[in-house]
């Protein structure tokens, strides 16, 4: 029976090495963001100053390490057995509901999460406990007071860090502007040594009672001396900060930003390390009671150990911390999370992941008529004196940068900071706050006052907001719902279940693994290219150039998928089908992407070539036009085949075949003279034109007659006259793309 729980022991520290993969490639944008966003750094330089600040921080985690033994459940109440089935649910759902988020690219809390599995696997086995013996109700088994706190600290922290991000970026850009390198170089010591000291005295001070290397007396002494060290720390850390100010020109913003990754990275290990681990150590240390128990039976021994302070071997947190670190270093994953929050808070225009929703555009309208109201009681000096401080710089010289940041480096120093101490505070009260809320929350609210949510952006950042912040609701429903399921179905099913369970891990990882490549692979780049620049502006031929590559390269794409829906259809090859229409959709995708990028890149012309603007737009216009068509061809084919319609005729076929190949015929020769940029044989192309919208007029008669005469479905009648439609209106794009085409290149020689 011992090897059987041995066996139990080692599956949940498996379990506990694919959580920890899965749970920092998705936190590791809790404190990683601020300075991707702000471009502190290298991204390996940050990644790597990151990577110390989590292999020292998880040291910090031992007293955190009571959370997974007593804070859902009293373990007095359950038998060891019990509690391992408690422990085997909570990671089996952790791992899983984790690498979906992941795979959707969406910042979840791994707190919630582990928090609201314990509560629902001990609410499953503690169900089963009270059927057997309706005496014991069921308050003895959940411990609510505590799980009543936890989750209202946790939900209380979204408010807190929102304000506080709020209200501390608005003072802090009040005082400095975004024009803050001139006031920098006289405070700019005095705020990073104010910034530098709050972070570490936080760290080091509230977060040394978690330490697992730290003796007692060193704990009372930091204690003990802790408004000194404070103090000393902030001359200290002023005077050296000023000094390398002065003699070897640092940025102190960058390096206080560095100092706070370092600090954050720390501090989330040291709160969320119990998150991936504390379940593992919880079943082994019961695993070693239940050996060290003489006589005892897994069904009669019960766990009131449990409930002793917890004190975690060193080597055990820093092998948790090394491969936290070789996570951060190969996950793609944790890239596609960090995108999305940094995207939420920059400053600068561009696409918008989220839509509109009622809500945002409710909530936008509601703020610009309280703004309005509340601006006529602020006295006109006042207004005055705060829209110059919120004036940014000139965008036409940020636009012109390449690579700008999502946000400066100011707003970046206060996401940090506020974050830190209140993680920081968090952990010495042994309070497994959500790193996740406390930090997306202060981004948020640090943007807010930023005014980086103006009117042509609010709605859609409000709606990422909120459809982050329903992840989160939806993590702690179904972290709850599953485990409860899954310890319920352990708890009937022993052994045959855990191992049906685990086969199911297995094939999810699997798969999230095989979409994370293929997301890859497949991943849309938005072309814009390096162009060459001159006093940073870029060159007209240039633009021309590359503009030239991807006009080639999605004309040649339209053709063969045109092609391809026509040929899958008439096969009624679904797969084929499905697949060409997935690649349709992402070529539309990346053609708009490519629209949307003409903001930029005229912004970046030099002024006497501004006029190329006009035919650059007029290109990617009728390319997105073009790809547009393409969509509305293949997915109503697509649509009419998945749902079993029938499929046309041989007749209907066979118009069709001739169709395309004149399609084919007619982007082959765009695609020679865009090439070439020779267009004297464009007289061509338009004849050809002709005779397609000719064949499509016919064809569409043809059809009239056959719907006239009852030779036809309706459904069926629809598609070929909706392809037909869609094929014309491609035609027509395509001519005027190769005419653009033409004036481009002709305004450039």
């Given at each position: 029976m011992e090897n059987v729980y041995l066996i139990l022991v080692i599956i949940l520290f498996v379990l506990a090495i694919f959580d920890l993969v899965v749970g920092v490639s998705n936190d590791a944008v809790n404190f990683v963001n601020s300075a991707v966003g702000a471009k502190a750094a290298p991204f390996k330089v940050i990644m790597a100053v990151a990577a110390l600040g989590v292999f020292i921080g998880a040291t910090f985690s031992s007293g955190m390490m009571e959370i997974a033994r007593k804070s859902m459940f009293h373990p007095e109440m359950f038998f060891f057995e019990e509690?391992?089935?408690?422990?085997?649910?909570?990671?089996?759902?952790?791992?899983?509901?984790?690498?979906?988020?992941?795979?959707?690219?969406?910042?979840?809390?791994?707190?919630?999460?582990?928090?609201?599995?314990?509560?629902?696997?001990?609410?499953?086995?503690?169900?089963?406990?009270?059927?057997?013996?309706?005496?014991?109700?069921?308050?003895?088994?959940?411990?609510?007071?505590?799980?009543?706190?936890?989750?209202?600290?946790?939900?209380?922290?979204?408010?807190?860090?929102?304000?506080?991000?709020?209200?501390?970026?608005?003072?802090?850009?009040?005082?400095?502007?975004?024009?803050?390198?001139?006031?920098?170089?006289?405070?700019?010591?005095?705020?990073?040594?104010?910034?530098?000291?709050?972070?570490?005295?936080?760290l080091l001070v509230k977060g040394a009672d978690g330490s697992s290397f730290m003796t007692d007396e060193v704990k009372a002494w930091i204690k003990g001396n802790s408004n000194t060290i404070f103090l000393f720390s902030f001359i200290g850390w002023t005077v050296i900060l000023q000094v390398c100010h002065w003699l070897f020109k640092i940025n102190i913003l960058k390096f206080t930003i560095l100092v706070g990754t370092f600090a954050l990275a720390m501090a989330f290990a040291g709160n969320d390390l119990v998150n991936f681990i504390g379940v593992p150590i919880a079943g082994l240390d019961s695993y070693l009671h239940y050996l060290n128990t003489p006589g005892a039976r897994p069904d009669t021994l019960l766990m009131s150990f449990l409930s002793e302070p917890a004190q975690t071997?060193?080597?055990?947190?820093?092998?948790?911390?090394?491969?936290?670190?070789?996570?951060?270093?190969?996950?793609?994953?944790?890239?596609?999370?960090?995108?999305?929050?940094?995207?939420?808070?920059?400053?600068?225009?561009?696409?918008?992941?989220?839509?509109?929703?009622?809500?945002?555009?409710?909530?936008?309208?509601?703020?610009?008529?309280?703004?309005?109201?509340?601006?006529?009681?602020?006295?006109?000096?006042?207004?005055?004196?705060?829209?110059?401080?919120?004036?940014?710089?000139?965008r036409d010289m940020a636009a012109v940068k390449k690579g700008a940041p999502a946000f400066d480096l100011l707003r970046a120093s206060v996401n940090l900071v506020i974050a830190s101490i209140l993680i920081a505070s968090a952990?010495?009260?042994?309070?497994?706050?959500?790193?996740?809320?406390?930090?997306?929350?202060?981004?948020?609210?640090?943007?807010?006052?930023?005014?980086?949510?103006?009117?042509?952006?609010?709605?859609?950042?409000?709606?990422?907001?909120?459809?982050?912040?329903?992840?989160?609701?939806?993590?702690?429903?179904?972290?709850?719902?599953?485990t409860f399921l899954v310890a319920i179905a352990l708890s009937y099913g022993g052994l045959w279940v855990l191992f049906g369970m685990l086969a199911l891990v297995i094939f999810i990882l699997s798969k999230s693994h095989l979409l994370n490549?293929?997301?890859?692979?497949?991943?849309?780049?938005?072309?814009?290219?390096?162009?060459?620049?001159?006093?940073?502006?870029?060159?007209?031929?240039?633009?021309?150039?590359?503009?030239?590559?991807?006009?080639?390269?999605?004309?040649?794409?339209?053709?063969?998928?045109?092609?391809?829906?026509?040929?899958?259809?008439?096969?009624?090859?679904?797969?084929?089908?499905?697949?060409?229409?997935?690649?349709?959709?992402?070529?539309?995708?990346?053609?708009?992407?490519?629209?949307?990028?003409?903001?930029?890149?005229?912004?970046r012309l030099q002024e006497e070539n501004i006029d190329s603007g006009l035919y650059y737009v007029q290109v990617l216009d009728y390319l997105r036009e073009t790809a547009q068509c393409l969509t509305f061809i293949t997915n109503p084919c697509w649509d009419h085949l998945n749902n079993n319609?029938?499929?046309?005729?041989?007749?209907?076929?066979?118009?069709?075949?001739?169709?395309?190949?004149?399609?084919?015929?007619?982007?082959?020769?765009?695609?020679?003279?865009?090439?070439?940029?020779?267009?004297?044989?464009?007289?061509?192309?338009?004849?050809?034109?002709?005779?397609?919208?000719?064949?499509?007029?016919?064809?569409?008669?043809t059809q009239l007659k056959r719907i006239k005469k009852e030779k036809s479905g309706t459904k069926v009648s629809m598609l070929y006259l909706g392809v037909l439609h869609e094929t014309q209106s491609m035609m027509l794009h395509l001519v005027n793309l190769v005419k653009a085409n033409r004036d481009f290149a002709a305004y450039l020689k």
């Open positions: 509690v391992m089935i408690i422990l085997l649910a909570v990671m089996i759902t952790d791992v899983i509901l984790l690498d979906l988020f992941n795979a959707f690219g969406m910042p979840t809390s791994t707190t919630v999460s582990i928090v609201f599995e314990l509560l629902g696997a001990a609410v499953g086995v503690a169900l089963i406990k009270v059927a057997n013996n309706p005496e014991v109700p069921m308050s003895e088994y959940i411990n609510s007071a505590k799980s009543l706190a936890i989750i209202a600290g946790i939900l209380i922290s979204v408010v807190i860090s929102f304000t506080a991000g709020a209200i501390i970026q608005y003072i802090t850009r009040a005082i400095f502007s975004f024009n803050y390198e001139k006031r920098f170089k006289y405070l700019g010591s005095l705020w990073g040594g104010f910034a530098i000291t709050v972070t570490t005295y936080f071997e060193t080597y055990i947190l820093l092998a948790a911390g090394l491969v936290m670190v070789i996570t951060l270093f190969t996950s793609k994953k944790a890239r596609r999370v960090i995108k999305t929050e940094v995207d939420l808070g920059r400053q600068s225009e561009g696409e918008e992941r989220f839509g509109s929703s009622f809500f945002a555009r409710s909530l936008v309208r509601g703020s610009l008529s309280l703004s309005k109201s509340v601006s006529k009681f602020v006295p006109a000096v006042i207004k005055n004196y705060l829209d110059k401080q919120f004036e940014q710089p000139d952990t010495s009260l042994k309070l497994p706050l959500s790193t996740t809320y406390v930090t997306f929350m202060v981004a948020m609210g640090s943007s807010l006052s930023d005014r980086a949510w103006d009117r042509d952006s609010a709605v859609y950042r409000i709606t990422g907001v909120l459809s982050v912040i329903g992840g989160w609701f939806f993590t702690a429903f179904s972290a709850f719902t599953v490549k293929s997301q890859d692979s497949e991943q849309i780049i938005d072309n814009e290219a390096e162009f060459e620049e001159i006093d940073g502006f870029i060159v007209s031929e240039k633009v021309q150039e590359q503009c030239k590559l991807n006009v080639t390269d999605v004309l040649t794409n339209v053709s063969e998928y045109y092609a391809r829906t026509l040929k899958a259809f008439e096969r009624e090859d679904r797969k084929l089908l499905k697949d060409t229409a997935k690649q349709v959709n992402a070529l539309s995708l990346r053609s708009k992407k490519m629209r949307s990028n003409i903001y930029k890149t005229v912004r319609h029938k499929p046309f005729t041989d007749e209907q076929f066979a118009d069709f075949r001739s169709l395309q190949l004149r399609v084919k015929n007619i982007i082959d020769d765009s695609v020679e003279m865009i090439e070439s940029g020779d267009f004297t044989e464009i007289e061509k192309v338009l004849k050809a034109q002709s005779v397609i919208l000719e064949q499509i007029r016919n064809l569409r008669k």
